[in-house]
């Protein structure tokens, strides 16, 4: 079966500081790969999206940035954080036939002070 | 204009109602739709497509009126244990949430 892993659950880091969210999928190949921003009490804000291997399409790139080095890795990063950037990031896997769900990873609770 | 927009509620219910959530979306090249359900602090998880003709899976039942953009979810006898945040999502690819909408019901 499927599982999609992302690491880690909480995090708190300092304005101006580095970040690197991992996100990967095991049980299945070429998937699509999705990172998403959650405000607290908001809707999830489609960050970036990945139909294959280095292939990524920004929707709000601001200050961070996604990449796909491998099939089922997708790392999502930022050179230096701002307040802004608080929030619950969730990646995402899904198939490549339009009619199938997302599956989500467990998120990432990121504060930063 | 917003993708996908959804009415945030709350929705504040009994036991037992039954309640509607709407949903509307901009691009008429979106090809699949879903509802999702959010508990709080959790991840999104599916909660049932929405097919053209309208689909049902026990008090849920989901409508997708192409012409007009729109999804609708009704859940019938509603439960406590069906409070929590739910979210409409289109799909071209890039599957689009919506803010969400609140439902607690209440004893």
């Known amino acids: 079966s499927q599982t999609i892993h992302q690491w880690p659950a909480t995090l708190v880091q300092p304005v101006g500081s580095p970040l690197s969210l991992e996100c990967t999928v095991e049980?299945?190949?070429?998937?699509?790969l999705y990172w998403y921003r959650q405000a607290a009490g908001r809707g999830l804000q489609l960050l970036f999206y990945?139909?294959?291997?280095?292939?990524i399409s920004s929707e709000v790139p601001q200050n961070l940035s996604a990449s796909r080095p491998q099939d089922r890795q997708f790392i999502l990063s930022s050179k230096k954080l701002l307040l802004s950037d608080s929030g619950f990031y969730l990646c995402?896997?899904?198939?490549?036939?339009?009619?199938?769900?997302?599956?989500f990873g467990q998120g990432t609770r990121l504060t930063v002070v | 204009r917003k993708e996908v927009e959804q009415d945030p509620g709350p929705f504040n219910v009994p036991e037992g109602a039954t309640v509607a959530f709407n949903c509307t979306y901009s691009?008429?090249?979106?090809?699949?739709f879903f509802w999702y359900r959010q508990d709080c602090r959790k991840e999104p998880k599916l909660l049932m497509s929405?097919?053209?003709s309208g689909n049902e899976d026990g008090r849920f039942t989901a409508q997708l009126n192409r012409a007009s953009q729109y999804i609708s979810l009704l859940i019938r006898d509603s439960k406590l244990s069906d409070s929590a945040t739910y979210l409409c999502?289109?799909?071209?690819?890039?599957?689009?949430f919506g803010a969400g909408t609140r439902l607690t019901v209440k004893p």
């Open positions: 990945s139909v294959g291997i280095g292939q």
């Open positions: 999502v289109v799909n071209r690819g890039d599957m689009r």
């Open positions: 995402a896997w899904k198939s490549l036939q339009m009619n199938t769900e997302a599956f």
């Open positions: 929405v097919y053209s």
């Open positions: 049980g299945t190949s070429n998937p699509n």
């Open positions: 691009n008429s090249a979106s090809q699949s």
